[in-house]
């Protein structure tokens, strides 16, 4: 049974870090890309940050760029976000995505919440 848990949600003020975590099980980890996305209400999902499955190489969207990490340990079957310096732009609902178009898999977590308030 695949399962993608999420943590580290939570209330920041700005200039603020906070660090998710996603903890993925029943499925080959090491094969998958990892990634972080987010929603407000009303818009679409935006893809925030990505890692390959060997952890070599990352991408971020230009407005987190900078300012979050995306990082893994294969080892552990977790992946996490480093948010720094977080804006109330950067509110939102953050999931974890996990995906390998070889192994046929597209998984996410359950979704936490960011709030930066002033």
């Known amino acids: 049974q695949v399962q993608l848990v999420e943590s580290g949600g939570g209330l920041v003020h700005p200039g603020g870090s906070l660090r998710l975590s996603c903890v993925a099980s029943?499925?080959?980890?090491?094969?998958?890309?990892l990634a972080w996305e987010r929603q407000v209400p009303g818009k679409e999902r935006e893809l925030v940050a990505g890692?390959?499955?060997?952890?070599?190489?990352?991408a971020y969207a230009p407005s987190v760029k900078g300012r979050f990490t995306i990082s893994r340990d294969n080892a552990e079957r977790t992946w996490y976000l480093r948010m720094n310096n977080l804006t109330p732009e950067d509110t939102a609902v953050y999931y974890c995505?996990?995906?390998?178009?070889?192994?046929?898999?597209?998984?996410w977590g359950q979704g936490v919440q960011v709030t930066v308030y002033s």
């Open positions: 029943g499925f080959n980890f090491s094969l998958y890309a």
């Open positions: 890692i390959t499955p060997a952890g070599d190489s990352t």
């Open positions: 995505n996990a995906v390998s178009a070889k192994e046929g898999g597209d998984y």
